[in-house]
């Protein structure tokens, strides 16, 4: 609730200049009183300060009945915590807020708080304690009213406003006094309860509010108006003239006041501290964040308008979390805020903000920190004032104290001088074909020359001053600056130490340059530009050094033009014109495909300085170059550039600078898709031109062209599959019952097959699976016995589903001598394992294998017959998947370019027993490989490529046919022909008995023979055969009559 310690004043009195500083715990030399607290008079030339008494008694004593008693407190009474003078510096107020008086019956020690004007050069002194009346007592009127918490002086009117924010249940009261008449006191009366404990008083601050020249007084209240805190305006009868309202709960809100005018328009102005404030780092993006810096603080600046409303305010927000920014404000021309924990050490800083026209800047102009000054200063910042010019150099100077170290600051203000000055360059306008300067004796250059001059002023500044210049020649360009001096072919800066310059003289000099010859940016004028600074030359230690104005520029410049054919402005307009075509209407994907992009740029207007070309293309698009149609115009482009996105390059090529009026420049780019990878849809070009001089709106529309080139799939490939052994002749004599090796089951069976693709775009996933007639009919009898896993080679993973068919019975598998096709796989393995090397097409085995397979090809329609055709009906059984139980594998193939392939090979056992028992004379037992495109690398392929297959056949017969037949038992001859004979009788017997045997003949006289017929109508002909017995019935058979 006290927070209030060290208050610092200034004084201009008579012809001497001295500081006022309140010591609230110093020792003030009065009998019996501790701590009493003192100000002092502190000169500004020997830095010696001395003590004044304005009260030199002890605590006071009355008669109480005959006993004399002490009837109040100074000891720590804290006086000094408030000083405060007239602008005349006349008349100073010093308080001690929590000055103690005993009430009547002495049973009340009450902090009623008191104050002490002295006028008159500290020569005549009154004390004013508007609360120690004895029918006031207690916290509930004014008894606790801490009066001299804040305090001003009006100079217009002759009075004192004394802040007591703990009258009337801390709800505070405004007291007013006028000078010299006791009898004259004011003061605001108590409120409603719910005003209770919002310290009215807590801060004080007077100035015009009305625009009337009177004094009015602004009175902080930090927890008014439900804790948001506020500041109440009064004129000078107490009467309310409005009230300013607080922005955040707990802010404190007009903990401190400062008045002044920071826009320069005659009006005072309030500048209000709330040094609790909560920044809200993110508060304009985000309302409902509760979260912030903790007292980082906040200082407002409200400025009066012309009704004499402060609607328009500024916002000022700490930047350190509990600096408190804002615990004390200055007006002093400027703005100063102290933050007496700020900084990275939290010693504390002091923030000076500039006002303008439109109101105050809300970027700080200086801070300064506590360490700047001392490393030992504490709670710098804690109190600021100012106003005053304490060394009469014309300019306010600042007072900041540091309470914890007992100490305080003087900050006086530096002179500041106003430079002015200009840079003419004759002639302005250089044309580079005209050489008239000489660079060396050895070059002739382009040249002109520039022509710089300073001045300088202000008050109270030195009548000579020295500077430093430097002038420097197209600044922006850096290393790449278009001239140069002609003193020297490599300087572009030049630098003047130590020019002495008079006040209100003009200094001038003069130098050559030259512009080169070879530049590329002829649009933009060069920059002559000087730039100037103060050299402290021929100062004392502690004399002030000038300053320049930080509102004004600190160099000047001038501008070297270029000749161009611009036209009677010299402002080139140029318009651009571009067309593109490509040569090829698509692209195939996966082909080495090369197309050409062709450009035809057109300037129309003026001339176009700096013309460039643009291309933009996809990562993996080949750039190979380009190619001008026209000679006799110069293009350079640059290499490819990858652009942020990691997806597209660039490409930048020169067409002219500049590109005259009516040229045009015509040229390809070549490009190659190679190593294109992924693409969708179409490859897509983004070509621009434009150049350093902008176009009017209406013409940009052809500065831009967007090529898209559609891209088409074209994809194949092949199966082939084939045996190691196209056939295999057993004998019936081999059948065995007890196996142990693999080798006892039969001889081994190899199936190989190729998958390769033609391209030549790449095939993404493909799904392989294999089927194998690992059983006859069902897994009791084996067929071809499986005695290892698949073996492949390649861009392929295969997985069996049926992991218990290899070597289902436990054989010992005995490793046999490789031949041709299992050194394939081993060639492979090694080669995979060692070198990677590529697959070489010259094998023996796989011509061996591209001749087998060329026998194999056969056309099998589609997949439900591939097993059902027959080469003779009446010869070879088929032993397939479609009738066997097979074993199956499930293969993905990834990434497969054109022209790879994969090699898949399966061992087995022809297992002799089945055969044998199940009497084939003839066999072909067929292994299926089915392949299907799963997956293309574009997302919208234009092609359908079908489900292929592959068949791989193994011919198996007995070496003696005859021992078919033998194998038929003679008994069951016998038994046959017995059954047939059977049969035959009983259907003889079943035809008599129902008289199949016996003729049916027409009755006599049902019909007459007319005429008997002549043998030679009865020949074999083929015509007469096949008509004479329809006829002759016909003819020869007539119906009986009657008689």
């Not at 328009?312 to 700490?318: A, D, F, H, I, R």
């Not at 050490?345 to 200086?366: C, N, T």
């Amino acid at each position: 609730m006290f927070p209030l310690t060290v208050r610092l004043v200034k004084l201009t009195f008579e012809c001497f200049n001295f500081l006022l500083i309140g010591a609230p715990k110093a020792e003030s030399g009065q009998p019996g009183v501790r701590r009493g607290g003192a100000v002092f008079r502190c000169e500004t030339k020997d830095q010696r300060c001395t003590k004044i008494f304005f009260d030199t008694a002890g605590h006071a004593r009355a008669l109480n009945g005959s006993v004399l008693l002490q009837i109040d407190s100074k000891s720590d009474q804290w006086f000094g915590a408030t000083v405060v003078s007239s602008k005349k510096g006349d008349t100073v107020l010093a308080c001690a807020p929590r000055y103690t008086y005993f009430y009547s019956t002495f049973d009340r020690k009450e902090p009623v708080g008191t104050c002490y004007l002295a006028q008159d050069n500290f020569s005549s002194f009154r004390e004013y304690a508007p609360c120690r009346i004895e029918t006031r007592w207690g916290y509930h009127r004014l008894g606790s009213c801490m009066a001299g918490f804040s305090a001003a002086i009006s100079d217009q009117e002759n009075k004192l406003y004394i802040g007591a924010p703990g009258a009337w249940y801390w709800q505070g009261s405004l007291v007013m006094q006028e000078i010299g008449r006791d009898d004259m006191v004011k003061r605001t009366s108590e409120g409603p309860a719910y005003l209770d404990d919002t310290y009215m008083g807590y801060s004080m601050a007077v100035g015009d509010f009305k625009g009337n020249s009177g004094n009015h007084v602004a009175v902080g209240v930090p927890k008014g108006n439900f804790l948001t805190g506020m500041v109440v305006l009064f004129d000078s009868n107490l009467k309310v003239l409005r009230n300013i309202t607080g922005h955040q709960v707990g802010s404190y809100f007009g903990a401190a006041l400062a008045v002044g005018d920071f826009n320069d328009d005659g009006l005072d102005d309030i500048v209000i501290g709330a040094p609790l404030f909560i920044g809200m780092e993110n508060k304009q993006l985000d309302k409902s964040q509760t979260e912030g810096k903790y007292e980082v603080g906040a200082v407002y600046v409200y400025f009066q308008d012309r009704q004499h409303r402060f609607v328009k305010y500024t916002t000022l927000v700490g930047l350190k979390e509990w600096s408190r920014f804002g615990h004390d404000v200055a007006a002093v021309g400027d703005l100063n805020v102290g933050a007496p924990y700020d900084g990275e050490d939290r010693k504390g800083a002091v923030y000076v903000y500039h006002g303008m026209k439109d109101g105050i800047k809300e970027k700080f102009s200086q801070v300064i920190y506590a360490k700047d000054i001392d490393p030992s200063l504490r709670t710098f910042g804690w109190s600021v004032t100012g106003g005053v010019d304490i060394d009469n150099n014309d300019y306010p100077d600042v007072l900041v104290g540091a309470y914890s170290s007992d100490r305080s600051v003087l900050f006086r203000a530096r002179p500041v001088v106003s430079v002015s000055g200009f840079v003419k360059v004759n002639p302005d306008t250089v044309n580079l074909e005209n050489k008239l300067c000489r660079l060396f004796r050895t070059e002739n250059v382009t040249c002109t020359q520039i022509h710089f001059c300073l001045t300088y002023d202000g008050k109270t500044v030195p009548d000579e001053l020295y500077f430093r210049l430097i002038v420097s020649l197209d600044p922006k360009k850096g290393i790449s600056s278009r001239a140069r001096f002609l003193e020297s072919h490599s300087v572009t800066q030049l630098t003047l130490d130590s020019v002495p310059i008079r006040k209100g003289e003009r200094w001038c000099e003069r130098r050559y340059v030259y512009v080169l010859d070879d530049i590329r940016d002829k649009l933009s004028p060069i920059i002559v530009q000087v730039n100037y600074s103060i050299v402290d030359e021929g100062y004392m230690e502690r004399q002030l050094r000038p300053v320049m104005d930080a509102y004004l520029p600190s160099m000047i410049s001038g501008e070297i033009n270029i000749q161009k054919d611009c036209g009677k402005d010299n402002i080139c307009i140029p318009d651009l014109q571009m067309t593109a075509k490509l040569n090829r209407e698509s692209i195939l994907i996966g082909a080495d495909d090369r197309f050409n992009v062709s450009v035809v740029i057109h300037n129309a207007l003026e001339d176009a300085f700096e013309a460039q070309f643009f291309i933009v293309a996809p990562v993996g698009l080949d750039y190979e170059g380009f190619t001008r149609q026209m000679p006799s115009r110069p293009i350079t482009c640059s290499q490819p550039k990858e652009l942020n996105n990691g997806k597209n390059y660039v490409i930048a090529c020169d067409v002219g600078n500049p590109l005259p009026k009516s040229s045009t420049v015509r040229f390809s780019m070549q490009f190659s898709t190679e190593n294109l990878d992924l693409v969708m849809g179409g490859i897509s070009l983004n070509l621009t031109t434009n150049s350093t001089n902008n176009e009017t709106e209406r013409t940009l529309v052809d500065n831009d062209v967007l090529l898209v080139i559609p891209m088409e799939v074209k994809a194949d490939f092949i199966v082939t599959g084939v045996s190691r052994n196209e056939s295999y002749h057993y004998d019936f004599n081999d059948r065995r019952d007890d196996f142990v090796f693999d080798s006892d089951a039969g001889p081994v069976v190899s199936h190989v097959y190729e998958i390769r693709n033609l391209g030549p775009s790449t095939l993404s996933e493909m799904s392989v699976d294999v089927y194998w007639p690992s059983y006859f009919v069902d897994n009791a009898k084996p067929l071809l016995y499986l005695i290892d896993d698949i073996e492949t080679e390649g861009k392929i993973t295969c997985e069996l589903l049926q992991k218990g068919h290899i070597n289902s019975e436990g054989l010992i598998v005995v490793p046999r001598p490789e031949d041709a096709i299992e050194r394939v796989f081993r060639v492979k393995r090694q080669e995979k394992a060692n070198s990677r090397q590529r697959y070489e097409e010259k094998s023996d085995v796989l011509k061996a294998l591209r001749n087998a397979m060329a026998l194999m090809k056969q056309s099998l329609g589609d997949f439900g017959n591939a097993f059902g055709q027959m080469r003779n009906v009446l010869q070879r059984v088929r032993l397939n998947c479609m009738e066997m139980a097979c074993s199956q594998w499930q293969c993905k193939i990834k990434d497969f370019k054109k022209d790879e392939r994969v090699l898949l090979k399966v061992d087995s056992r022809l297992w002799l027993n089945t055969l044998i028992d199940e009497v084939f004379y003839d066999a072909m037992i067929s292994s299926l490989v089915i392949v299907e495109v799963t997956k293309l690398p574009y997302k919208h392929p234009t092609i359908e490529l079908p489900l292929r297959y592959a068949v791989a056949s193994t011919i198996v017969n007995p070496k003696d046919p005859t021992r078919v037949s033998r194998g038929v038992p003679t008994w069951l001859i016998f038994v046959a022909i017995l059954a047939g004979l059977t049969s035959l009788i009983l259907l003889i017997m079943l035809l008599w008995k129902f008289g199949f045997f016996k003729r049916k003949r027409p009755p006599r006289g049902q019909a007459l023979l007319s005429k008997p017929p002549e043998p030679e109508y009865y020949g074999y002909s083929s015509y007469s055969s096949a008509q004479t017995p329809v006829t002759n019935r016909h003819y020869h058979l007539t119906a009986p009559t009657k008689v």
